[in-house]
């Protein structure tokens, strides 16, 4: 059952992408794609329930057959099934099977849905691949298999300029952190002398305290390998410094970013830290690294958020800040929460995202904000979805009561990370809190700005606004029902009272690392804080956006350079181009210039055939066609040939 899960989306993804337009071209393509996803979608569930509530026993290996034999280099191409798969499993699948289904109404117009299909189907399968996988070496190619689909995906309209730039940065920013990563593999070959999970896992504290040699420096061999891993996860969760691809990956399709930067793709750093949890819990220094660059990001990408006009770029920061808080969840030894916060941020984030696409579907493609306005009555249900979303992610809740999934899973990161007792983790949770603050702001600056007000769209946009069909609306509700519930329904068994016996040996922490357990017992200031935090930005949102977009203006202009920071995404672009754009094409070009056109070209192919060319043209000014030119040659050439004779022929 478990590889038809991973398997049905390749089949799928095949048979749509070559065979579609032999067995029934659009309709075909969406039927095989949407009906094998949802099979593994199902049979996701079913194995979510049996291996995390099943007790001893209930996690196995698959191994299919003998992937690389070399040496000491030998492992399996396996399928690892135990609690933390299980998670990602129906998360991957459940949000991917619901986006197939959504893409059906909203691609209906587009020429190229069969091929649009197949990437979805090829994505969700090289995800499954990844959260399944044994050992470094089958993660490394899930890894970069949802690299490759995300290109794809994102320059999907390839005929936009701005489509291909996007898919592009977000290819080339990801090997940077694939460079880590896959040294981290080769780091953890040369330390623990294997790559599959288990075996590393089991040698790790035997490893703890070694070192090892690199540039003639000596490295504390747990940390550098951690560090590297962490490299790999920075980029493909979009995390502060690595992070320039996400927001431009909103060139895609508004399913592409449901499905990539909500429950997908962005999430694979987070699970690949708490994967690892068995090596990350012996550096006390890679954790420290973790939780300042989760609270740095959540922070950053909330002040972003705060200005931003596009509709689906607001989301895009939230996604980034949100990862924030799940990577200092895992910093701070609490890989449960942050595995809690991943699941119900899936459902209410793709939530957002789908009902962006419900918003830019009436608005005849409008994603400008601004353009926005007054359209609250045309679109009721996906309004109500909209504030669903909105309150799941600012937190909404009444502690020990009852709240939205966002604020079960959100709260008790930032009580873990005040029960880190250390001045990091406080450095975590006074960051989470103003991000919540901010999260709030930005939240309810989308919904008023697009909804509420007077209409800023012209009129013929304001004719044609009619709510979403079915095949879209539907899995918005689906998802609407996993914002509401989803936090209350698994708080008892992800970081709860349960825990221990739901995560049992897939996640590891130490005796010493009890910032989750003192999170059950933080103050009710610390456990209000959030709320009181998320109260205020909806509070000063209302304030400033409440009577339209006048009282925002005249706030942009008196914080002015404070507000054009953040307008511009605190110039990292900017900064980028300058230190490693702008010098690479500068590089390229001088070697494309001067190295390859003038030395290589110049003596080499260029070079040999000018030369020949000279010659032969010196040459035929010999053939002048006139009889006494090639006498008087034959006569030079007697007088030489007989002077040769007289002087050497003796």
Same mark, same amino acid.
């Given at each position: 059952m478990e590889a038809a899960i991973v398997f049905? =989306?390749?089949a799928a993804a095949?048979?749509?992408?070559f065979f579609s337009r032999f067995l029934g071209g659009d309709r075909f393509a969406n039927l095989v794609t949407c009906s094998f996803v949802v099979l593994a979608a199902v049979l996701s569930w079913i194995t979510f329930f049996r291996v995390g509530f099943g007790g001893e026993g209930a996690e196995h290996t698959i191994r299919l057959f003998r992937w690389v034999a070399s040496g000491d280099f030998v492992f399996d191409w396996a399928l690892r099934i135990d609690t933390l798969t299980a998670v990602m499993l129906i998360v991957v699948t459940t949000v991917s099977a619901l986006v197939h289904v959504y893409s059906i109404g909203y691609m209906s117009h587009d020429p190229a849905k069969p091929r649009f299909m197949a990437y979805l189907s090829l994505f969700t399968f090289m995800m499954l691949m990844l959260v399944t996988a044994d050992n470094l070496v089958q993660m490394f190619f899930g890894w970069e298999g949802v690299g490759l689909a995300s290109y794809l995906l994102i320059g999907f309209w390839y005929h936009k300029p701005s489509a291909n730039a996007a898919a592009m940065k977000a290819f080339l920013v990801n090997r940077v952190g694939d460079f880590g990563y896959g040294l981290g593999i080769f780091g953890c070959f040369v330390v623990f002398g294997s790559v599959e999970l288990d075996q590393i896992f089991a040698a790790v504290p035997d490893a703890a305290g070694t070192t090892i040699s690199f540039l003639g420096g000596e490295f504390d061999a747990i940390t550098a390998i951690c560090l590297l891993l962490f490299m790999g996860a920075m980029g493909k969760s979009a995390q502060l410094g690595l992070h320039t691809w996400l927001p431009d990956a909103m060139e895609g399709p508004t399913p592409v970013s449901a499905l990539i930067h909500a429950a997908t793709m962005v999430t694979a750093g987070v699970f690949l830290v708490c994967r690892m949890s068995p090596i990350f819990e012996y550096s006390d220094t890679a954790l420290t690294v973790v939780t300042f660059v989760g609270a740095s990001t959540a922070f950053f990408a909330a002040t972003v958020g705060l200005t931003q006009n596009d509709i689906k770029r607001v989301i895009a920061y939230s996604t980034c800040s949100q990862l924030g808080y799940m990577f200092f969840a895992a910093g701070v030894s609490a890989y449960p929460a942050a595995m809690f916060h991943l699941t119900t941020h899936a459902f209410f984030k793709a939530l957002l995202f789908l009902g962006a696409g419900s918003v830019i579907h009436a608005m005849s493609d409008e994603q400008d904000m601004r353009k926005m306005g007054g359209i609250a009555k045309h679109i009721k249900f996906t309004y109500a979805m909209m504030w669903i979303g909105s309150l799941s992610l600012a937190g909404i809740g009444i502690p020990g009561v009852a709240g939205f999934a966002g604020f079960h899973s959100k709260d008790v990161i930032?009580?873990?990370?005040?029960?880190?007792?250390?001045? +990091?983790?406080?450095?975590?949770? @006074?960051?989470?809190?103003?991000? &919540?603050?901010? /999260? &709030?702001?930005y939240s309810w600056r989308l919904l008023l700005m697009t909804f509420h007000g007077p209409a800023r769209a012209d009129e013929k946009t304001m004719a044609h606004?009619?709510?979403?069909? =079915?095949?879209?609306?539907? =899995?918005l509700? +689906?998802?609407?029902?996993?914002?509401?519930?989803?936090?209350?329904?698994?708080?008892? @068994?992800? /970081?709860?009272?349960?825990?221990? $016996?739901? @995560?049992? $040996?897939?996640?590891?922490?130490?005796?010493?690392?009890?910032?989750?357990?003192?999170?059950?017992? &933080?103050?009710? @200031?610390?456990? +209000?804080a959030p709320l009181v935090f998320g109260l205020a930005g909806i509070a000063v949102a209302y304030w400033v956006y409440g009577r339209g977009l006048e009282r925002g203006r005249a706030a942009g202009q008196f914080l002015g350079p404070f507000y054009q920071f953040s307008l511009n995404k605190w110039y990292f672009d900017e900064l980028y181009d300058f230190l490693f754009v702008r010098p690479a094409f500068r590089i390229g070009k001088l070697f494309w210039k001067k190295g390859d056109g003038r030395v290589i070209d110049g003596f080499g192919p260029d070079g040999v055939a000018s030369t020949a060319g000279r010659a032969a043209k010196a040459i035929s000014l010999l053939q002048t066609g006139y009889v006494y030119h090639y006498a008087f040659a034959m006569l030079i050439g007697v007088v030489l040939l007989v002077s040769f004779y007289l002087l050497f022929g003796h």
């Open positions: 049905l =989306p390749l095949i048979l749509a992408g930032l009580e873990s990370a005040w029960g880190a007792h250390s001045g +990091i983790g406080n450095y975590a949770f @006074w960051l989470g809190l103003v991000a &919540a603050f901010m /999260t &709030a702001f606004i009619h709510e979403s069909p =079915p095949v879209m609306t539907v =899995p509700a +689906i998802l609407a029902v996993g914002a509401v519930i989803a936090g209350v329904a698994l708080a008892p @068994w992800f /970081t709860g009272h349960h825990m221990a $016996d739901f @995560w049992r $040996d897939s996640i590891l922490i130490l005796e010493e690392h009890k910032a989750l357990e003192n999170a059950h017992h &933080a103050p009710m @200031w610390v456990k +209000i």
